[in-house]
């Protein structure tokens, strides 16, 4: 008899179970639970102001049918509202395209499949890219597109451009980095 893993859902084989098939479960479980998981990109159409994303035990090579495996989500609607979306509860981390015009939440659902919040969400402003991870309770993100300050153990860069390097004496610039370039044998920067 198989259990399932608690935060992929991995079929996991008894051992001496599946005799003569246990390769068939295994390279489903690669091809439409891990690879997914780790590279997989997903477009979910948004039906209701609350939609918990699919869940499955297990392989299945039905993608609609296990959206919340998925590294990357799209999410699209026509409702015309802000909407939220309900992850299962269990440690994860996305990359949500809110591809609407909408706002959205996402929450981790206090139990498989519902859309009850288990704790805080992040919210996503319309057409904005952003990387989120949970706790199987909370989730929260990073905003990727801003620079860390020197207060907080950054640089505080947003450009290259004027930043010394080498000796720490010159100054960054696209003429310095097609020398760089030419040097390496690569091609060249534009400006």
């Given at each position: 008899m ?21 390769g ?32 499955v ?49 996402i929450?981790?659902?206090?139990v ?28 929260y ?18 450009t ?32």
């Amino acid at each position: 008899m198989s259990t399932y893993s608690p935060d992929l859902r991995i079929e996991l084989i008894a051992n001496g179970a599946q005799p003569g098939t246990w390769g068939t479960t295994t390279n489903n479980t690669l091809s439409y639970v891990i690879d997914p998981a780790i590279t997989g990109f997903q477009t979910v159409a948004v039906a209701s102001a609350n939609q918990a994303l699919t869940y499955v035990s297990g392989s299945t090579a039905t993608a609609s049918a296990n959206q919340a495996i998925y590294a990357s989500l799209a999410f699209t609607t026509g409702l015309g509202t802000s909407f939220s979306v309900y992850a299962p509860p269990n440690p994860k981390q996305y990359v949500i395209w809110n591809n609407s015009a909408q706002s959205m939440t996402i929450y981790n659902s206090s139990v498989l499949g519902n859309t009850t919040a288990a704790g805080t969400g992040v919210t996503i402003a319309a057409s904005k890219k952003v990387f989120v991870f949970s706790d199987g309770t909370n989730f929260y993100t990073t905003d990727l597109a801003s620079v860390l300050s020197v207060v907080n153990g950054g640089t505080g860069v947003t450009t290259l451009t004027g930043v010394a390097y080498g000796n720490g004496t010159s100054a960054f610039t696209a003429a310095t980095a097609n020398q760089l370039v030419s040097a390496i044998g690569s091609t060249a920067v534009t400006n």
